[in-house]
């Protein structure tokens, strides 16, 4: 039966050529709480992979549409979260470096294993990137949904917190396009371009977006080589849609981004842990022991760095994907598939100080194949139903060295300190389906479930010294079955309420060290969300407003195990790095949402979420070198309150020109911005809480939209991650920053 369903996926998914991807043209009706209509206009989602109004989805969801995108700004993956209560993230050091999370679930994983790992799904068009990317190119977006709760059913492996769902603009018949240049502090350039062409009538259309982005970055290198953080990003992506008849589409996507930053984003903060306490001062008391090295701490530096090796630190990722849609009347037949890669590299500079102790050579490539196969029924009847299967391959190599430089003192510059060498591979397969029965024209009940079975196998070297430390070569298997229950009710048309029970699974795996204090496999993670929720509005359809609370009961929670100590034997230091799991895990909390068309010129949104995550009990946390006891203890990057909001007035001076004034605000409340938190329980591990300011005034003169912002314009000091590596000067952290700009785009 696994065979011949996998076979199955294969050659229909193949049917709609390999390198392709589509979808259904979306409705028009998009637009939101941002765009200039009397009251608040629909929002289709495509949450339950079939066209809905947001408001008849039984889903906590957040669905950020192409209109406040666009007013917004959005140009990360940072910029829409700020508009969904209850997500956060944590970066590493560069734009595709950020883990995400979602109600306190978080991925607690070595982001740069071969196999990437996460507790979230996240999908553009329907193509699972995870494997390559969690910030994509924001360039011609229809919308970004952001789903929050297991969404196992149709999103599918690793989706225990949930999924984000990027739907990108088609091809259309006609054609169009736009051009945007911008202009900001730090010598920042902005060009972004898109174009559609029709090339036969009906039948075949091409679009292609792109964006390139050159700045001379916020961090200045004070050494005399000079750099900082210079990035240079480039992405691009070019559609076609072939639509033969009337009821079947097909779409063919390639998109390709590229990152080159000078340095990782971060400044010293003076907190030494342990091992380099010891290696750098000889001390065997971690703490804010660092030196100064010219350039001071965090936060009265926030700017500046002294490193005596130039860094190259980037990544890039591509993909070819299809997606085809079959409308066979009484159902519909959807296939995708597609390839991905992705590189991720680290080079120079790793004690990040003016001593020349050691530099590293980081090189991470990583590869996906997905296919998914799926028929639902098309239209609403007394049952609505689906059903699917899918499969896939990631794999992953690395080749990890760090070395000494001329004053080491563990060995003749050039030789090899510590060396990781892995490589990778999982394979997963997975049927699904969900079923909804409409008792009545208010009463519904939909049952989901989707069973999943994977193989993971590790191979990995490790090294100190030069010489090999420890080997292995293991494999394990993991199955999993995870229903979903929902119960919804619509009181009246504009008025839903629904109740939901789900679970989520994340796969277990093998460990990349023998160290014989880790165990030789760490199992999966298991969570089953509760939830009840409403959505109405009023005021003939101006106000809209979300609300939910739910209960998260998280168990063996993975966690990731990395630090260094100095082996008083050989006097060289040794590398311990797995992956553990906690016993337990629990949040709760609440959120709620809204878009009001005040009047028609006056619009405003808001946010709120109240999430209390915790360890119920992990009695055995291992973190820099000591076992503690965690139970109790929050959970890393997950603020009790996130809170946001966003209002625009638009003044219009006739029909084709108008003026616009929106300001943006946004809390977040203190969180861990480390597991070092977990051992040392103070800054830099808690990322302090803070409010954020952004301000744009601008016009539209018909096809012609001019715009003057002011990022963080109080200039708040915040951070969202404290990381460690072999820091001189301390742990470091990535600031926030004040930024002045505009830009100028041209529809035609």
Do not use: C
């Not at 079939?50 to 669905?63: D, F, G, L």
């Not at 639509?243 to 010293?268: I, K, L, Q």
């Not at 460990?511 to 496999?521: E, K, P, V």
Request: proline share 4%.
């Amino acid at each position: 039966m696994l065979r011949a369903s996998v076979a199955a996926v294969a050659i229909l998914v193949a049917a709609g050529a390999t390198g392709a991807q589509a979808q259904t043209a979306e409705p028009a009706a998009t637009a939101d709480a941002g765009a200039a209509t009397a009251g608040t206009s629909d929002i289709i989602v495509t949450a339950q992979r079939r066209k809905e109004s947001i408001q008849n989805v039984p889903i906590a969801i957040t669905a950020i549409t192409a209109q406040t995108l666009k007013d917004q700004n959005v140009k990360s993956v940072q910029d829409y979260f700020a508009m969904t209560p209850n997500v956060s993230f944590q970066s590493n050091g560069s734009r595709d470096r950020k883990d995400l999370v979602i109600r306190g679930i978080s991925n607690q994983l070595n982001p740069y294993a071969d196999v990437r790992q996460g507790s979230y799904a996240f999908y553009i068009d329907e193509f699972n990137v995870a494997a390559g990317t969690s910030n994509p190119q924001i360039v011609d977006l229809d919308r970004i949904e952001v789903l929050r709760g297991p969404q196992g059913t149709y999103f599918g492996r690793n989706s225990v917190g949930g999924a984000i769902n990027v739907i990108t603009k088609k091809p259309v018949d006609h054609f169009e396009g736009n051009v945007e240049l911008g202009y900001s502090s730090f010598d920042t350039k902005h060009v972004q371009a898109v174009i559609n062409v029709p090339i036969v009538k009906d039948v075949l259309a091409i679009r292609a977006a792109g964006q390139y982005d050159k700045s001379d970055g916020f961090i200045k290198n004070i050494n005399p080589i000079g750099g900082g953080n210079n990035t240079r990003y480039y992405s691009g992506r070019v559609q076609a849609r072939l639509t033969p008849s009337s009821n079947f589409t097909w779409d063919v996507a390639y998109s390709y981004s590229n990152e080159r930053d000078g340095m990782r984003d971060g400044v010293p903060t003076g907190f030494v842990t342990k091992t380099w306490a010891s290696v750098y001062y000889g001390l065997s008391t971690p703490g804010f022991i660092a030196d100064p090295d010219g350039v001071g701490f965090y936060p009265h530096n926030d700017n500046k760095v002294n490193f005596n090796r130039p860094q190259r630190v980037g990544s890039k990722y591509s993909y070819i994907s299809t997606h085809f849609t079959w409308d066979l009347g009484l159902a519909s037949l959807t296939g995708v598939g597609g390839h991905l890669e992705s590189t991720v590299f680290n080079y120079g500079d790793v004690d990040g100080g003016s001593h020349d102790y050691f530099y590293e050579n980081f090189h991470l490539k990583r590869k996906s194949d997905s296919g998914e196969l799926r028929l639902q029924s098309n239209g609403k009847h007394f049952l609505d139903w689906s059903l699917g299967v899918s499969l896939g391959r990631d794999t992953g190599v690395t080749d990890q060295g760090t070395f000494n430089g001329s004053e080491s003192p563990f060995g003749v510059e050039d030789s090899e300190v510590t060396g990781f060498n892995s490589d990778s591979a999982t394979r997963y397969f997975a049927m699904f389906g969900q079923a909804t029965a409409n008792f009545t024209d208010k009463l519904a009940f939909t049952v989901g479930a989707r069973y999943s079975w994977e193989k993971t196998k590790n191979v990995a070297e490790n090294r100190s010294g030069g010489v090999r430390t420890d080997s292995n070569d293991r494999s394990a298997s993991f199955e999993d079955f995870s229903p979903k229950f929902t119960l919804s009710y619509k009181a009246r048309p504009n008025l839903m309420f629904y109740a939901t029970v789900s679970k989520g699974f994340k796969s277990g795996g093998t460990q990349t060290t023998s160290n014989g204090q880790i165990a030789n496999s760490f199992k999966p993670e298991t969570l089953w969300n509760y939830e009840a929720g409403t959505k109405f509005d009023l005021f003939d359809r101006r106000l809209r407003v979300d609300l939910s609370g739910f209960y998260m009961d998280w168990k063996n929670v993975q966690e990731t195990i990395k630090f260094q100590y100095v082996d008083p034997v050989t006097h060289q230091i040794v590398g311990v790095s797995g992956i553990d799991n906690a016993a337990s895990a629990r949040s709760y909390g609440a959120e709620a949402s809204f878009d009001f068309a005040v009047t028609k010129e006056f619009k405003l949104s808001g946010q709120i979420g109240y999430n209390n995550a915790k360890y119920r009990k992990y009695t055995n946390a291992l973190v820099d070198g000591s076992t503690i006891d965690a139970s109790g203890k929050p959970l890393v990057a997950a603020p009790k309150w996130t809170i946001g909001a966003q209002g625009q007035y638009t003044y219009p001076i006739n029909e084709t020109t108008d003026v616009f004034a929106r300001i943006e605000w946004n809390y977040r409340s203190k969180m861990l911005s480390s597991q070092y938190a977990l051992l040392y329980y103070q800054y830099p591990f808690i990322s302090p809480s803070y409010h954020n300011v952004n301000v744009r005034v601008g016009t539209d003169i018909g096809p012609l939209r001019v715009v003057g912002y002011v990022q963080n314009l109080f200039k708040a000091h915040y951070y969202a991650n404290a990381y460690e590596k072999a820091f001189y000067s301390g742990v470091q952290v990535e600031p926030s920053y004040r930024s002045f700009g505009v830009t100028a785009s041209y529809n035609f």
